[in-house]
């Protein structure tokens, strides 16, 4: 089996390569899928996420459903280094944390608790049938959400976002992962 390291590359590289024409049909399809996903229509505080490295762009959401409230991550310094949430609207200033991600300048009363989100759209290197996301290997996602994981709590849903090429047989479980609701490709919503 390919080991996680070597499986982040491959499928990394994979959806950089996508071509522009392929790209924006896809992330047009996935955002469709999302806003027909009940859970996300009936949602009204949504975590979601500006492209970085080749994900599916869905800056289309936060103008199209302007009754939501849009949080984004942001990446604490080190030595914490934790990830939160932060109100974000189309405008807002932004700054590149230390990976160069774009994130919202944000002040302490900007933040959501993640147990108050109702959804999550979390990015994807890759994923499996099983519903198990692996992400870029910092696992803040798995770390702010590890209240999910022996939970029977229902919100927030975490929706993996990721386009088909980034399916596999298996990720490689670890200890630590925090399983998806659901996963939105542009052809499916795959649900574990």
């Not at 399809?29 to 500006?50: E, F, N, Q």
């Not at 849903?157 to 609701?181: H, K, N, T, Y």
Request: a positive charge; hydrophobic letters at 40%.
């Amino acid at each position: 089996m390919e080991s996680r390291h070597d499986l982040r590359g491959r499928l990394r590289a994979e959806r950089r390569s996508l071509a522009a024409g392929r790209r924006r049909r896809a992330e047009a399809a996935i955002v469709a899928r999302i806003r027909r996903l009940s859970r996300y229509v009936r949602a009204s505080t949504v975590a979601a996420y500006l492209p970085f490295d080749g994900e599916p762009d869905l800056s289309a959401l936060f103008d199209a459903d302007p009754d939501k409230r849009f949080f984004l991550p942001v990446i604490g310094h080190p030595p914490d280094g934790s990830m939160r949430f932060a109100a974000f609207q189309t405008g807002d200033r932004l700054q590149r944390n230390r990976f160069g991600i774009h994130q919202p300048i944000a002040g302490p009363t900007t933040y959501i608790n993640p147990k108050s989100i109702d959804v999550v759209l979390a990015p994807m290197v890759g994923f499996d049938d099983s519903g198990r996301r692996l992400g870029m290997g910092g696992g803040y996602y798995d770390r702010c959400f590890e209240f999910m994981r022996d939970s029977t709590r229902v919100r927030p849903d975490l929706v993996g976002i990721a386009f088909e090429c980034q399916r596999v047989a298996d990720v490689g479980a670890a200890e630590w992962d925090v399983p998806m609701s659901v996963v939105i490709t542009e052809k499916h919503a795959y649900l574990p």
